[in-house]
């Protein structure tokens, strides 16, 4: 009699505490780096220098620089320093993951979500100066998160979608200012697309609302 194979398996509890080690300093790290980790670079102009963040923001793209502070802002330099460093941390423990078999989304899934916790889209605040969307994740992606969260290993399908849900329509706007023109907030949607491209093809991105009044954002 062939012996039923198991459908789910639990980790290790080693591996379970290395996942909730990484999951609950992302928490309180804020927000997250965008793009590789990158490094510190010191540029010259008019006879000042300043510290710059240079970084890939997708594989394969050109490098950018982002400004940090002057070089003598030495709180600063040291916090980006440290920025980095928790990403390259973040990094390696996320590979070390894999390889242990917990669930990892895809880097083009995995930029698009960093943007928007970064945006505060997640965040469940209905007020005050931190007020959040309130966006939940659904689908395959919260199936793979529930599987690490519960410590079980099982084959779970990947996925370039990105499934979202909320109780009520959610409506995404920019604010307009000289630096925010007119039609600036069908730029910022577009630059959710943007993050994905390199690694997969995006053609559009179409925002529709659910029945249940949730949001849904994924590729047609």
Known sequence: MTRPQTLYRLHEPAFR??????????FAAGPLLPGTPGQLVLHE????????????????????DDFICKEEDVAAWEAARDGIEFSEWVVRQVRALRKLDFQVADKAAARVLAELHNRGLFATDRTGPHAG???????????????NELG???????TQDIDLARRQPLKLAAPLSPANPPGHDVEVLGNFVALAQGAVHVGQVAWRSRPSGGLAGRRP
């Open 45 to 64: 102009r008019e006879a000042r220098r300043y510290w710059y963040r240079r970084y890939y923001p997708v594989p394969g793209s050109k490098p950018v």
């Open 133 to 147: 969307a309130g966006l939940v994740v659904v689908g395959t992606l919260a199936f793979m998160a529930w599987l």
């Open 152 to 158: 079980a290993r099982a084959v779970a399908a990947r």
């Open 17 to 26: 505490t290395q996942y909730t080690e990484v999951k609950e300093r992302s």
